[in-house]
């Protein structure tokens, strides 16, 4: 152990391709316990069953990269076992701490009394070092859900695990077999310097800025006048379209259940099989887009609760999303669970196959995805009133006055180049701005008239040529579990932040700023979320569900963990049944260290 | 940093400037309009070492010039700050000041005679203090809302090798007419709409007794950054080392900034400039900073209080501009404009620098830098035995953690 490299220093793989890929070979180490790509191609996850759990939280050296490090685990395993409850049970869990700093375990999605939610400060002081913490609460729920630490960045550093709770009646959907597939993201790097880079440098790990063949390409779709202008608006802004996310492959190796692509976790089938698989997101950072090339992905649900079924080519998974699918492999071959990184910059990969050892082709990565007109202002880039339009046209209008506009009025807006005679604003929805996102050095833009419509697959995934699930597609079986309870209360939040500096808010105010969100107990309230950033963000309501609204306003798809799309605005209804105190946030990890943090009390 | 190792060619564009504020030495302001600004001299002494690569120091040099201040410092690249574009007048031949020119002969900006170093002129001016600035009495200032300012024209100054009139007549339509139109809040996003809801929803709720709250969304955090550590050698033969650089350390909206720019040449320092400054940001891509400078080298080490802001101008100029008042109530002031993550510059150069970035931290180059003199300055150069254009090749590294 003292020989090796600990994480403490930014140190990348001196081969870019063994970075990306990870290693697939023990590395001759003479440590045993140590975890790495080789474990396990087509050997289960570990699976722990029953009521009674006792975890132990620990560091486990790993080696993914080429250069050690010390990862936090769950019983020495990454990710953590796979925890196998049953809806109706009460379970109890003994988590000891064996780390030299305080830990904790937050079981996510999951409804529970907020003591046992696991949020150091709000549910609890956290678990001490050499501490066991007992959790016991009964199981009110079913489908896939996972754990992780909330405590610091531990959660960059392993400690995660997957959750399955058995429906009390038995599954609504046939599978033969079930596989969970985890995806997450590893870097050797200690997860505090990338936090401290990104406020230093917040575009370092982007590699994928445009260039001049981007350049040309825009000159050749846009005329030279159009690009132009459209690189000077994004320009002005002192934006980027390239900005999907904030950590890339650069340092992340991409896991699919604990193993690099390289490594290539295999989950078998026999052909003819219908095979549930269970895909987590519990990476830190990451957004991925999901497909098995040559299989039809029927999604049965979404954060754990059954929706109407629908088949898709492909899915974009919001980091703390669950999905499950139900794939009917017809052929003895292997097929390739893909899933690329948002931005491109890495993947991680799998593989179902009849027997270990079969490999599929592994497809290349899409280009890189560029914002667009719509991510940057919601509504205002789209139909309404301004058909006909194209793209060189919206690029000639003068975006810099989005962040000097007098919100009350479009005269700020300089559109002196467009013809507006035809614009219907009248089908828009208007932000309602705080006050606080004014004046603030922590804000950088504001969307006046965000996009309400759920049928957008995001940037990168829009006309791919392939089926991609959208939030409109999602239809939770039963509806809402509150249906005939008005909404007798709104809450508007807007997700906001400064790129540049690495600040990260609702509505401008950080958590050591801000003040509680009250709900008061037992109101049905909405919700309203608008995004005022070029960035996705998954919004997670610890102890209660988020009841996501249609654009008109019907209930749409019951779920755990919101994505927010750049300049998109989401409403959601929540039932505050749940007394206590409780964590709101946005569950990318470096968002949420930076201030996109609430604590909201049901009282 | 194999793959991901990038050989960079970063065009500076940097027009940074290092001029003289006209002290006001007797005469009460009456003028509050900034006009252009004049930049006699870039340094007070005699002579400098002919490699210098930088002027390093603002110009201690002052005239008895009837002007109210600072005239016509460019601001307009601060996207968010409202300003009114102004037609300038013609600009101010390469001359010095003379007493009797009014402040509206004034406008433009001029770089000329950035290296004529009358130093008969020194210490002539006594009284000038900040208070002689309109305007900038205590950032913020007023507002002067404008709609105007959202239309730069950079393309004007970029790639402009400045000529006589020529910079200044592509600032024309930057002068910023007045320092009163100066609004340090509005820099960023406008004001709250007259409905802007409140974004307190604690009904009276606080945070909890709990313990074990281990957020820390303001965290200190400090950067060391050497933007140029730099060997340079001049055409006319003389060699150089420069070091170009700054470090903070602070939370979100506060910090400790240190500021540094120097040079060695013939085995001894040259200049060096330092700054300990407290960086407040006001504005989503700009921050105040004020705090004190203190000059060291062949030249008188003076002291002086700094005022200042820093930030991110469109098109992704960082920007510097900074105002220093002496002791004896010399003023100075420094502006600088880079491009990207081009090394900064002064006076009027052009540089090219092919640069290998073997990490994101670590980006050694080398390149060439053309550096034009003009009017009496080049005239005076030449008397000296120097070009009035020079090209230096500059060899270096890019650090920072």
New interface residues.
Partial sequence: MTTMKLRGA?R??????RFVQGLAMVGGLVGTGILNAARAAARAPSVLTGDRFDLSIGETPVNYTGNMGLATTVNSLLPGPVLRWREGTTVTLRVTNRLRV?TSIHWHGILLPFQMDGV???????IAPGETFTYRFPVKQSGTYWYHSH??FQEQTGLYGPLVIEPARGERFHADRDHVVMLNDWTDVDPERI??IL???SD?FN?NELTVSDFAHDVSMLGLRGALKER?MW????MSPRDVIDISG?TYTYLMNGVTPAGNWTGLFQPGERVRLRFINGSSNSYFDVRIPGLKLTVVAADGQDVEPVTVDEFRIAVAETCDVIVEPKHDRAYTIFAQSIDRSGYARGTLAPKSGMEADVPVMDTVPTLTMVDMMGAMAQGHGMQGMDRGAMAGM?M??M??????QMS?M?MSGMDMSGMDMSGMVKA???????????????VDYPRTNLDDPGVGLRNNGRRVLTYADLHTIGGSLYPHEPVTKD???HLTG?M??F?WS?????????????F?AGRHLRIILCNDTMMNHPIHLHGMWSEVESPDGQFQVRKHTVNVQPAQRVTYRVKADALG?WAYHCHLLYH????M?R?V?V? | MNTTTRLTTVLVLALASTFTMFAKAQDTVKDTDMHGVHMPESKSKPSQPKHKPNALAPATASSPAKSSGVHGMDMSSMHDMPMQQQPAKASVPPTLVTSSSSVQSMHGMDMQGMHVAPQSHQGQTTEQDMASMPGMQGMPMQAKPSADMQHLHFGQMIGTRPKPGGLAGAMDGMAMPSMQGMDMSSMQGGDAPQDARSSDYSDGYAYGSMPGMDMNDNPSIGMLLLDRLEYVHSRDGGNAMAIDGQAWYGKNFNKLWVKFEGEQADGKLQDLRTEALWDHAIATYWSTQIGVRHDFGVGPGRTWAAFGIEGLAPYWFETEATFYVGPDGRTAARADLRRGIGSGLSDAEVGLRLRYEIRREFAPYIGVVWHQRFGRTADLARAQGEHADDLQFVAGFRIWY
């Fill in positions: 930014p990348f793989s001196p081969s870019r391709r305080p150091p400060g709000i549910s609890y002081p956290g405590t610091k936090f401290a406020k230093k440098q370092y590699f000077a320009n002005r802004m002192r650069f003068n810099a006055s962040q000097g506009m007098q919100h009350s700020g300089d309602h701005h705080a006050r606080t996102e004014y004046h603030n050095p922590g804000v950088d833009m504001h809450i508007e939040l400064n540049e500096r600040i609702f509505d401008g105010v950080i958590f050591s700023k801000a003040k509680p969100v009250h008061p105190r949420m260290e930076a201030g943090f604590e009390v009282a």
